[in-house]
């Protein structure tokens, strides 16, 4: 299989292969079939050729599976009405606006017209709550420059382009955040060999805005230190954060150890909690997957 992501057009909409979509989810293509052979779960479109295509509601839908599972449930549990978003349940003019606002904000970045991507991303966050602007927009351009990554020339700098923009604007909200919450106090940190710290601030203002207290450590930080600092300041929780698959030597030796110490639970979200999932649970860590609002609900019941 070639290491590019194919994405092919059809009647205006972008699908993905088997290959690409198991790339992105972390689920294998031997699972996908079994889902929709023996689940009926996911129902791809299906080329003359027989090969299945995916679009980008297949791969929410294979996302939401995913964190159903890692709460607990087995996949013979699982109905294709619980595979719905609220973004898929949105229809008429809300739900065409974020399309409208996931191609303008792609344009501007394509385009690396910061003045425009400035005024599209006010525009949603005066409409929308941030969550909302959040689930439906940022995360599915994160999603969609990951794939121009793969495969179009010039595209890192585009990521870098928004990437830097973005952190810019989740810095500042972090920043000027207010400072009265009497909740847990979570320690979060990115994963060794992780750079990117989007994902990490993006739940550093969920946790903020759910009442818990944050101290951030940004990304790329050695686990050895973590015990550290969580029994120094009495953190009520560690969470780590990641887009890439954790090293073996991660996942085998430092991530255990950490653990061991039992100084708070430690739980792990971002891509990396997908690609990683059993390893991080061998390890007697909680993968929280990628969804915010389940690794919100994941992380309330461990401190329940």
Not at 9 to 21: A, D, M, N, Q, R
Not at 72 to 79: F, T
Not at 185 to 206: S, T, V
């Amino acid at each position: 299989m070639s290491s590019t992501a194919e994405i092919i057009e059809h009647s205006g909409e972008k699908l993905y292969t088997i290959g690409t979509v198991s790339k992105l989810t972390g689920v294998g293509a031997i699972t996908l079939r079994a889902w929709e052979r023996r689940y009926g779960l996911i129902q791809p479109v299906r080329k003359q050729s027989g090969h299945r295509l995916y679009t980008r509601r297949h791969i929410d839908q294979i996302n939401r599976i995913t964190a159903l599972t890692q709460q607990g449930m087995r996949i013979s549990q699982i109905r294709a009405e619980m595979l719905e978003s609220s973004a898929d349940a949105d229809s008429g003019p809300d739900a065409d606006k974020w399309k409208v606002y996931l191609n303008s904000m792609m344009a501007a970045i394509i385009s690396f017209d910061e003045e425009r991507l400035e005024e599209i991303y006010n525009e949603a966050l005066s409409l929308y709550p941030i969550g909302l602007v959040t689930s439906n927009l940022l995360t599915p351009l994160l999603v969609e420059l990951g794939l121009r990554w793969e495969t179009t020339k010039g595209s890192i700098a585009e990521e870098h382009f928004f990437a830097f923009y973005l952190r810019n604007k989740l810095g500042a909200r972090y920043h000027h955040r207010s400072r009265g919450n009497r909740g847990p106090l979570i320690l979060l940190a990115g994963l060794p060999g992780e750079n990117h710290e989007i994902g990490l601030l993006l739940f550093a203002l969920a946790v903020h805005e759910s009442g818990y207290r944050v101290l951030p450590l940004g990304a790329n930080m050695p686990l050895d230190e973590l015990a550290l600092v969580a029994r120094k300041k009495g953190c009520d929780a560690i969470v780590l954060s990641g887009a890439i698959e954790p090293s073996k030597d991660t996942l085998s030796r430092e991530l255990p150890r950490l653990v061991e110490t039992k100084v708070a639970p430690v739980l792990i979200g971002g891509p990396s909690a997908v690609y990683a999932g059993d390893a991080i649970g061998r390890a007697g860590a909680e993968p929280l997957g990628r969804d915010i609002g389940h690794g919100l609900q994941r992380l309330a019941e461990v401190l329940a």
